[in-house]
Antibody
Framework: QVHLMESGGGVVQPGRSLRLSCAVSGFSFNYYAMHWVRQAPGKGLEWVAGISYDSSSHFSADPVRGRFSISRDNSNNTLYLQMNTLRPDDTAIYFC??????????????WGPGVQVTVSS | SYVLTQSPSVSVAPGKTADITCGGDNLETQSVNWYKQRPGQAPVMVIYSDSDRPSGIPERFTGSKSGITATLTINRVEAGDEADYYCQVWDSSSLGVFGSGTRVTVL
């Protein structure tokens, strides 16, 4: 059974850093592209970043480019999101999601439950 | 940046049909995915590649597209269908794009 679980969230001051992890099980992690999607309080879904199955390609959304970086460790079945220079508008629930086919830009067929990140002084 | 437009809300009586639309420039060339999200829960994919339904999703959920408008149709609506629904595409310039979401209320 496919399982994704995020961790590493919490309350952090503006300007500080945080690293999110997404541990997966139940499938061959090294065959699938992965993405991070976030949801600010009371708002809709927002794509954050994506990475190919072999880490050869990775992209991020304009609001986080240069501050956030996505990476993965296929030997440990874990996806990461390094978040630097955090701002209050980064406050959101962060979800990791698996692409349902071999493409980087495919449908997101499995999601973790999400982890809360709050940026506040 | 690329924008997907959804109506904010749709209300439907149990047993009736709900149509949720999603519009965007050049959508006819894009592959549209749809996600359902209930309060406090993670999104669940209900339609991918315009009209394909993943295993475990009831046949009552169908997707279609005509020109620049994609439609998610929920037939024989049930109380459990009450949720927010988001369309999504991958755009060459904006990359990941979600619609603003449509809240479906079952009367």
């Amino acid at each position: 059974q496919v399982h994704l679980m995020e961790s590493g969230g919490g309350v952090v001051q503006p300007g500080r850093s945080l690293r999110l992890s997404c541990a997966v099980s139940g499938f061959s992690f090294n065959y699938y592209a992965m993405h991070w999607v976030r949801q600010a309080p009371g708002k809709g879904l927002e794509w954050v970043a994506g990475i190919s199955y072999d880490s050869s390609s990775h992209f991020s959304a304009d609001p986080v480019r240069g501050r956030f970086s996505i990476s993965r460790d296929n030997s440990n079945n874990t996806l990461y999101l390094q978040m630097n220079t955090l701002r209050p508008d980064d406050t959101a629930i962060y979800f990791c999601a698996r692409v349902g086919n071999i493409q980087l830009w495919g449908h997101l067929d499995s999601w973790g439950p999400g982890v809360q990140v709050t940026v506040s002084s | 940046s690329y924008v997907l437009t959804q109506s904010p809300s749709v209300s439907v009586a149990p047993g009736k049909t709900a149509d949720i639309t999603c519009g965007g420039d050049n959508l006819e060339t894009q592959s549209v995915n749809w996600y359902k999200q209930r309060p406090g829960q993670a999104p669940v994919m209900v339609i991918y590649s315009d009209s394909d339904r993943p295993s475990g999703i009831p046949e009552r959920f169908t997707g279609s597209k005509s020109g620049i408008t994609a439609t998610l149709t929920i037939n024989r609506v049930e109380a459990g269908d009450e949720a927010d629904y988001y369309c999504q595409v991958w755009d060459s310039s904006s990359l990941g794009v979600f619609g603003s979401g449509t809240r479906v209320t079952v009367l």
